[in-house]
């Protein structure tokens, strides 16, 4: 089987998978597709979906889900402008925070809160060394009982005004990332300045993080490892993928962009299609490979909106571009799918 194919036998489970969507996943494979993927040109198994999971195991949405479905619902008629994107984005950051902190940790966070010490806070990840974490700039040292952290993140949602956050960092092994939880005294020590221009209509800019702080080693985020940021993907990827097609169509019918009926057709097709994997979660585990497959096929139907001349507005194609580049680029999602599917 054909990669282009293992990709869309494993989507069409969960929905229809239209002409449209055949054509630009193989294109997108055939356009991403690197020298070892072409020199090994193996078969691969259909992308499948997680196991179902024992009915004494299966449980409805946890709180923070349903949060991030009830936001999801009617997206078409509200897209990610105004406080949408960072509604949606803070239940995630929420949800990932479930994952790796301890109770005394989400505690602590929320007492900031409760106290008015912290307004805003975020997961530091993009790092100015680069993406390899052996070029990563941001490095922590172990000093006793505390940690030194010497931080350069860069690209952050609204990381100017960030009053806390985890930091991802790399041990000065650089082995695997850590996340640390800089408290609002260390992180105020921090240079944070806004770097480009907003996207989304004004409503969101990134900025960069730098700088020195010292915390206790307790701030290491050590909750479930690896494995937890998988499922954490493996569950918001393609709930990002909704939002995005929601704001597509949101775009559409506000006469920003002119899709043909064939793309409309294919965003409703990949949304629908989002929707019941998410659904599916209820009773089945996540499937790290059909999210990346969705956000792939996501990717690719933001980038031939804009090179198809469907978006002619400069600063909604700049805005398609970076959310190709955000919860996984093409060439990421297409690396792990074909790592994960191969024959061996």
Not at 100 to 118: K, M, N, P, R
Not at 320 to 325: C, H, K, P, V
């Amino acid at each position: 089987m054909k990669l282009e194919n293992s990709i869309y036998e494993g989507l069409s489970q969960y929905g229809e998978v239209g002409p449209y969507l055949k054509r630009i996943i193989r294109n997108g494979v055939i356009s991403t597709v690197d020298t070892q993927m072409i020199i090994d040109h193996d078969d691969f198994h259909a992308i499948e979906q997680g196991k179902v999971l024992p009915s004494e195991q299966q449980a409805p949405f946890n709180e923070i889900e349903q949060n991030i479905e009830n936001l999801l619902e009617g997206f078409a008629a509200k897209g990610l402008v105004n406080n949408n994107f960072h509604a949606l984005v803070t239940n995630f950051g929420k949800l990932l925070f479930s994952f790796i902190a301890s109770d005394a940790q989400i505690g602590e966070v929320d007492s900031w809160h409760q106290q008015g010490i912290a307004q805003f806070g975020g997961f530091l990840m993009a790092d100015g060394g680069g993406p390899s974490i052996q070029q990563w700039n941001t490095i922590f040292t172990k000093d006793g009982d505390m940690l030194e952290l010497d931080v350069d993140k860069v690209w952050i949602i609204e990381g100017h005004r960030l009053d806390y956050g985890s930091i991802s960092a790399a041990s000065t092994q650089k082995l695997y990332p850590s996340s640390v939880l800089v408290p609002p005294e260390e992180f105020k020590k921090l240079t944070k300045t806004a770097v480009g221009m907003p996207f989304l209509d004004g409503s969101l800019q990134l900025g960069n993080v730098s700088g020195k702080v010292r915390v206790a080693k307790t701030n290491l985020l050590t909750g479930g490892g690896l494995a937890s940021t998988s499922v954490f993907l493996s569950k918001v990827r393609p709930r990002f993928v909704r939002a995005l097609m929601g704001h597509v169509q949101w775009l559409q019918n506000n006469e920003r962009i002119e899709l043909s009926v064939e793309q409309l057709l294919a965003v409703q097709q990949l949304e629908a299609i989002a929707r019941c994997y998410c659904h599916s979660l209820v009773e089945r585990k996540p499937s790290l490979p059909v999210a990346l497959a969705i956000k792939f096929v996501s990717n690719r139907i933001l980038l031939d909106l804009v090179i198809s001349g469907a978006v002619k507005q400069p600063m909604i194609q700049r805005d398609l571009m970076a959310f190709t580049r955000m919860e996984g680029s093409s060439y990421r999602c297409l690396f792990e799918i074909y790592s994960k599917t191969k024959v061996r």
